[in-house]
C-alpha cells in the first residue's frame, strides 16, 4: 500500500476506538498537497436527518420516470435500443488494477462502476442532466395535454410534441460535461438548447455540441461565473429552463437514483453490505451533485454501513472546503467559502472537478452522511488514468479517475487509517467493497486521450 499521500498530521491520538478524529491537515490544504478530512466521530445517522424533504420515495419516483421514458430513449438513441432505453452502466471487478493500485485482498475487494461508459452523455452527467430534461420535458406536455398521465411516452417524439419543445428552451452552465448531458438530450426531444461554457471546458466538447445543433456560448470565466450569467440569461425568458447545477433537486434526484440499481447490481455480485461488510464509495466531486445524490442514495439504502468519501483535485477543493466551513477552528471561512480563499487557484486538468465552490443544496443534503472527502494531485490522476488502461482496458477521463486514489488514502494515511479505528472497522476489512466511481471518459477524442495516456505513463516511470 502506497503512503505517499499521507500527511503531516501525528500517527493517532489513541489505541482502538478513538472519539475525536486527528486534527486537520489545513496547511497541507492550503499549500495544495494530497489530504484526507474525515467528519467527525458523532455517530453518523445514514440518513440525511436533516434533508429539505426528499427521501427513498422521491427516489422510487426517479426510476419510476426513467421507466416511463425507457421506450422513447430506445427510439431517440440507437445505442440505448439493446439496452430497451436504460440508461446505466456496468459494475466491474477489477483484480489486475486492484493489484496494481497496491490494495491487498485482505483489505476487501475493489470494484469500478464503470459511469465512464455510461451512453449517450459518456459521464455520470447522463443520470442527473437527462433526467431533469425528461423531467422538464414530462411536465409540459402533460401540462400542454399532450400526454396522458400513464400514456405511451413514444407520442413525445411525434411533430406536436417536437413543435411544442421546439417554441422552449433548456439552458445550462457547465464546465464541459452537464452540458453535453443536457445539449444531447435536450436537443434530441426538439428543445432549443444552450450551453454556457467555463473559459476551462475543452474544446472538442463544445464542437461536439455545435454538430448537434446546440448553441454553446462561451466565457471567459471559472464554471461559477457561466452558471451565473446562463442563470441570469434564463431568467429573461419564461420559455426557457435554465437547469441550475448548483440549485436542482430534478439533477440530485437523477444521481441518487443510481443507487437502488447499484445495490441489485452488489447483490448479483454476492457482495453483502452489512456491519461485518462495509461498502467504501469513492466518488469524483465538482459542484457536489452528482457524487451528493449517488452518496445521499446509497445512505437510504445502507444506513451507516456505506461511507461515501468524495475526491478533488489538490487545488480544486470546493467541498472540502464546504465541510469545513462553520467548524471550530475554520471560523474564517465564509458560509460557502470559494477554493480561492484557501489561497488556491482551481487549476486542474480535471475540467469535470474544476469547481470553485460546492453546491449549498448538495452539502446540505450530504454532511450528516458524508465519511470524508479527500484530495488528489492532477499527476496522480494521470497515473491512475494509465493504470486503469493498462491493468483493465478501461478508457476514464482525469476527472474519472480521482476515485482509484480512494483505498491507499483509507488504507495508508494516518487519517484514513484513525477513520477505520474510530468506526471498529480494522477487522472487517477482509469483507469490504470498495467501489470507485470513474465518471466520465466514453466520448474523449483519440489523440486527447492518446496525450492524457502519454502523460499518464510519463508520470509512473521513475524521474531521472
Ligand atoms: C461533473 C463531474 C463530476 C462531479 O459531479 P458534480 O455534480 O459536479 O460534483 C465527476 N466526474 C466527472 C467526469 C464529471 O463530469
Same mark, same amino acid.
Given at each position: 500500500? %502506497?503512503? %505517499?499521500?499521507?500527511?503531516?498530521v501525528?500517527?493517532?491520538?489513541?489505541?482502538?476506538k478513538?472519539?475525536?478524529?486527528?486534527?486537520?491537515?489545513?496547511?497541507?490544504?492550503?499549500?495544495?498537497?494530497?489530504?484526507?478530512?474525515?467528519?467527525?466521530?458523532?455517530?453518523?445517522?445514514?440518513?440525511?436527518?436533516?434533508?429539505?424533504?426528499?427521501?427513498?420515495?422521491?427516489? =422510487?419516483?426517479?426510476?419510476?420516470?426513467?421507466?416511463?421514458?425507457?421506450?422513447?430513449?430506445?427510439?431517440l438513441?440507437?445505442?440505448?435500443?439493446?439496452?430497451?432505453? &436504460?440508461?446505466?452502466?456496468g459494475?466491474?471487478? &477489477?483484480?489486475?488494477?486492484?493489484?496494481?493500485?497496491?490494495?491487498?485482498?485482505?483489505?476487501?475487494?475493489?470494484?469500478?462502476?464503470?459511469?465512464?461508459?455510461?451512453?449517450?452523455?459518456?459521464s455520470?452527467?447522463a443520470?442527473?442532466?437527462?433526467?431533469e430534461?425528461?423531467?422538464?420535458?414530462?411536465?409540459?406536455?402533460? $401540462?400542454?395535454?399532450?400526454?396522458?398521465?400513464?400514456?405511451?411516452?413514444?407520442?413525445?417524439?411525434s411533430?406536436?410534441?417536437?413543435?411544442?419543445?421546439a417554441?422552449?428552451?433548456?439552458?445550462?452552465?457547465?464546465?464541459?460535461?452537464?452540458?453535453?448531458?443536457?445539449?444531447?438530450?435536450?436537443?434530441a426531444?426538439?428543445?432549443?438548447?444552450?450551453?454556457?461554457?467555463?473559459?476551462?471546458?475543452?474544446?472538442?466538447?463544445?464542437?461536439?455540441?455545435? $454538430? $448537434?445543433?446546440?448553441?454553446?456560448?462561451?466565457? #471567459?470565466?471559472?464554471?461559477? =461565473?457561466?452558471?451565473?450569467?446562463g442563470?441570469?440569461?434564463?431568467?429573461?425568458?419564461p420559455?426557457?429552463?435554465?437547469?441550475?447545477?448548483?440549485?436542482?433537486?430534478?439533477?440530485?434526484?437523477?444521481? #441518487? %437514483?443510481? #443507487?437502488?440499481?447499484?445495490?441489485r447490481?452488489?447483490?448479483?455480485?454476492?457482495?453483502?453490505?452489512?456491519?461485518?461488510?462495509?461498502l467504501? &464509495?469513492?466518488?469524483?466531486?465538482?459542484?457536489?451533485?452528482?457524487?451528493?445524490?449517488?452518496?445521499?442514495?446509497?445512505?437510504?439504502?445502507?444506513?451507516?454501513?456505506?461511507?461515501?468519501?468524495?475526491?478533488?483535485p489538490?487545488?480544486?477543493?470546493?467541498f472540502?472546503?464546504?465541510?469545513?466551513?462553520?467548524?471550530?477552528?475554520?471560523?474564517?471561512?465564509g458560509?460557502?467559502?470559494?477554493?480561492y480563499?484557501?489561497?488556491?487557484?482551481?487549476?486542474?486538468?480535471a475540467?469535470?472537478?474544476?469547481v470553485? $465552490?460546492?453546491s =449549498?443544496?448538495?452539502?446540505?443534503?450530504?454532511?450528516?452522511?458524508?465519511a470524508?472527502?479527500?484530495?488528489?494531485?492532477?499527476?496522480?490522476?494521470?497515473?491512475?488514468?494509465?493504470?486503469?488502461?493498462?491493468?483493465?482496458?478501461?478508457?476514464?477521463?482525469?476527472?474519472?479517475?480521482?476515485?482509484?486514489s480512494?483505498p491507499a488514502?483509507?488504507?495508508?494515511?494516518?487519517?484514513?487509517?484513525?477513520?477505520?479505528?474510530?468506526?471498529?472497522?480494522? =477487522?472487517?476489512?477482509?469483507?469490504?467493497?470498495?467501489?470507485?466511481?470513474?465518471?466520465?471518459?466514453?466520448? &474523449?477524442?483519440?489523440?486527447e486521450y492518446?496525450?492524457?495516456?502519454?502523460?499518464?505513463?510519463?508520470?509512473?516511470?521513475?524521474?531521472p
Open positions: 500500500m %502506497s503512503a %505517499s499521500s499521507a500527511s503531516a501525528p500517527e493517532s491520538n489513541s489505541i482502538g478513538t472519539p475525536i478524529p486527528l486534527p486537520f491537515d489545513l496547511a497541507g490544504l492550503k499549500a495544495g498537497r494530497p489530504v484526507l478530512w474525515t467528519a467527525g466521530a458523532e455517530p453518523r445517522p445514514g440518513i440525511a436527518a436533516g434533508a429539505p424533504g426528499i427521501s427513498m420515495a422521491d427516489i =422510487e419516483a426517479t426510476l419510476a420516470r426513467w421507466d416511463r421514458f425507457a421506450p422513447l430513449l430506445a427510439g438513441f440507437p445505442e440505448l435500443e439493446p439496452h430497451c432505453g &436504460v440508461i446505466e452502466s459494475l466491474l471487478p &477489477v483484480p489486475r488494477l486492484q493489484q496494481a493500485l497496491g490494495l491487498p485482498e485482505e483489505a476487501g475487494a475493489l470494484l469500478v462502476k464503470a459511469d465512464h461508459a455510461l451512453p449517450v452523455a459518456g455520470v452527467k443520470r442527473g442532466g437527462i433526467h430534461v425528461l423531467e422538464h420535458a414530462e411536465a409540459l406536455a402533460l $401540462r400542454h395535454g399532450l400526454l396522458a398521465p400513464g400514456g405511451d411516452y413514444r407520442g413525445l417524439a411533430p406536436a410534441a417536437r413543435a411544442l419543445f417554441r422552449h428552451q433548456v439552458a445550462v452552465g457547465s464546465t464541459g460535461n452537464l452540458g453535453l448531458a443536457i445539449g444531447v438530450a435536450a436537443s426531444l426538439g428543445f432549443r438548447a444552450v450551453v454556457h461554457m467555463s473559459a476551462d471546458a475543452k474544446e472538442w466538447k463544445k464542437e461536439r455540441l455545435r $454538430r $448537434r445543433g446546440v448553441e454553446v456560448v462561451e466565457h #471567459a470565466g471559472d464554471y461559477a =461565473e457561466a452558471v451565473a450569467a442563470r441570469r440569461e434564463a431568467a429573461a425568458d420559455l426557457c429552463h435554465f437547469v441550475d447545477d448548483e440549485r436542482s433537486l430534478s439533477l440530485f434526484l437523477g444521481y #441518487a %437514483s443510481a #443507487a437502488p440499481r447499484l445495490a447490481q452488489l447483490q448479483a455480485l454476492g457482495r453483502r453490505v452489512d456491519a461485518g461488510h462495509p467504501f &464509495v469513492h466518488l469524483p466531486c465538482g459542484v457536489g451533485g452528482a457524487p451528493g445524490g449517488i452518496a445521499f442514495g446509497l445512505a437510504q439504502i445502507y444506513g451507516p454501513h456505506v461511507h461515501c468519501f468524495f475526491a478533488e489538490t487545488r480544486s477543493p470546493c472540502l472546503a464546504q465541510m469545513l466551513a462553520g467548524t471550530p477552528g475554520h471560523e474564517q471561512l458560509a460557502n467559502p470559494s477554493v480563499e484557501l489561497g488556491l487557484d482551481n487549476r486542474t486538468e475540467d469535470g472537478l474544476a470553485p $465552490r460546492a =449549498e443544496l448538495a452539502a446540505a443534503l450530504v454532511r450528516p452522511l458524508l470524508g472527502v479527500y484530495t488528489v494531485e492532477d499527476e496522480t490522476l494521470f497515473r491512475h488514468l494509465h493504470l486503469a488502461a493498462s491493468t483493465e482496458e478501461l478508457r476514464i477521463e482525469p476527472s474519472a479517475a480521482a476515485g482509484l480512494g488514502m483509507l488504507l495508508g494515511t494516518p487519517a484514513g487509517r484513525d477513520y477505520l479505528a474510530r468506526h471498529g472497522l480494522q =477487522e472487517r476489512m477482509p469483507g469490504a467493497t470498495h467501489i470507485a466511481w470513474t465518471t466520465g471518459g466514453l466520448f &474523449v477524442p483519440d489523440e492518446a496525450r492524457f495516456l502519454a502523460r499518464g505513463a510519463a508520470a509512473a516511470s521513475p524521474r
